[in-house]
């Protein structure tokens, strides 16, 4: 099924995306990946705020290429998601709903996204250059001394992507392959 | 002896890291497209077409395939009757990747120390590795990997009791547990023999090959095409989704080893597999 999605997402919106939906987002989206992540909740421990509210927002694991003059943003597709496993208990926890990336999971990021209601989208990794259409604006807004891998806010219309774990624990990486092994 | 200027190598090195991140080379833009028309799976079929449609974008607009430039692996051939002049060569191949991820708006995603982890900020250094040829000419190939599927990469160790059959069985085992992670569908470089460190060198030039070329030696031949078929059999298909598109391609490169040894290196590399070559 095809869904257009607007951030932000309460969780009982990630709650009714069910794995294999093709989704289009639109709306404001984050992207944090692995320095941005580990400098978040490193500050956290600290007692320093969040430089964003998780609440009801979307992660996108994603660092993207310096802009072209003239273009918000350059190349931007995925980076692969299990390196954050480490850190998305924590901020699903803090209210995130919708992470956007690819490859696997681990079974506590699942656990966390039953538990809180959160979705985890895939985008076609490697179409970084094509991803980057959707994006209508771009600005750092903080950790700007982590070039590529700082937080930075996209505006995005029609970003496409495919439910790959939904707020159940439907998996698409363990239903799909199995039907295609011979 | 003939003498070339290290800023000629810089050039040419600029100029190649930008034309392999934005221009996806003829062979693996066919191989994509020969998948497309053959995968079962709808949902796998569509990413196929987008991967097509992200290569050609890339290309009009000399935007990165991926935005994930790498690291500038650079392999260089010296003719032994060259003489450098002009300044240090390292320090020529690194300029030249300087400028070319500075100018090509490529993303600069090298840390100078794996602990302290700081963004040296224009992607050098690169890996380089010199080699030393018969001649006076210079072959220099540039080949930017990206780190998710160099991640899923791994060397064996096998005994020689271990045979073909367990060089097979582990090739296949790093294709499976590396599923969805590297962007499939993959090009996959295996090196066997050699030792520790040359196995790996050998994985990485497998990936210099063209998709769809051989080996020249017929029983490694028969190696590569059973092991392609057999990794498309897997299912993991297009980004892990499901299909009969795994493995794009996939290279073994060989050396001689040790009586007591059978080394074996899988490079998993993506459908961004890049390169670029010339001769100075
Ligand atoms: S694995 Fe390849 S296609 Fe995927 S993000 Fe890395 S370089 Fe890009």
């Known amino acids: 099924m095809k869904i257009d999605i607007t951030t932000p997402i309460t969780r009982e919106k990630a ?168 | 002896m003939r003498e070339i200027d290290v800023a000629l190598v810089r050039d040419a090195v600029k100029e190649m890291c930008i034309k392999a991140n934005c221009c996806l080379n003829a062979d693996v833009y066919g191989a994509i497209k020969k998948a497309q028309a053959e995968e079962c799976s709808d949902v796998g079929k569509n990413i196929l077409s987008q991967l097509i449609e992200n290569a050609d974008l890339a290309a009009a607009k000399m935007k990165p395939i991926c935005q994930d430039t790498g690291m500038a692996v650079v392999f260089m051939d010296i003719g032994q009757d060259v003489h450098f002049t002009g300044g240090s060569l390292s320090d020529a191949v690194n300029e030249g990747v300087r400028l070319g991820y500075k100018e090509g708006y490529l993303r600069k995603s090298v840390v100078s120390d794996p602990l302290l982890r700081v963004n040296t900020g224009d992607n050098t250094p690169a890996v380089i590795h010199y080699n030393i040829a018969e001649g006076d000419k210079v072959h220099i190939e540039i080949a930017p990997k990206g780190f998710g599927s160099e991640n899923m990469s791994r060397i064996y160790m096998l005994k020689p009791s271990d045979g073909v059959e367990g060089v097979k069985n582990a090739v296949l085992d790093c294709i499976e547990k590396a599923g969805p992670n590297p962007c499939p569908p993959m090009i996959v470089g295996v090196g066997i023999g050699g030792n520790f460190e040359l ?80 001769t100075v």
């Open chain 2, 199 to 278: 196995c790996a060198e050998l994985a990485k030039r497998a990936l210099l090959r063209p998709v769809g070329s051989h080996s020249d030696k017929e029983h490694i031949r028969q190696i590569e095409d059973e092991l392609l078929e057999r990794a498309n059999r897997l299912g993991i298909g297009p980004q892990g989704l499901g299909g009969n598109t795994t493995v794009l391609g996939l290279n073994i490169e060989t050396y001689a080893t040790h009586i007591a040894g059978l080394p074996l290196a899988v490079n998993i590399s993506c459908h961004v597999t890049r390169h670029s070559e010339c």
């Open chain 1, 15 to 182: 709650r009714s995306l069910k794995a294999g939906d093709i989704v289009s987002i639109t709306g404001v989206i984050y992207t944090a990946r692995d320095a941005a992540h580990k400098r978040m909740l490193e500050n956290l421990q600290n007692g320093i705020p969040l430089p964003v509210d998780l609440t009801d927002n979307t992660i996108y694991f994603a660092g993207p290429a310096p802009a072209k003059p003239g273009e918000p943003i350059g190349s931007v597709g995925p980076t692969t998601s299990y390196r954050m496993d480490a850190y998305s208990p924590k901020t699903i926890e803090l209210g995130l709903t919708c992470m956007i990336g690819k490859g696997a999971r681990s079974s506590a990021v699942i656990d966390a996204m039953k538990k809180y209601g959160a979705v985890y989208i895939g985008a076609v990794g490697g179409a970084g250059a094509l991803l980057s259409e959707c994006v209508k604006k771009c600005e750092v807004v903080a950790y700007e001394d982590l070039g590529s891998e700082a937080i930075h806010r996209l505006e995005v219309e029609n970003f496409p992507g495919i439910v790959i774990i939904d707020s159940e624990g439907n998996n698409l990486y363990d239903t799909e392959p199995p039907k295609y092994r011979k």
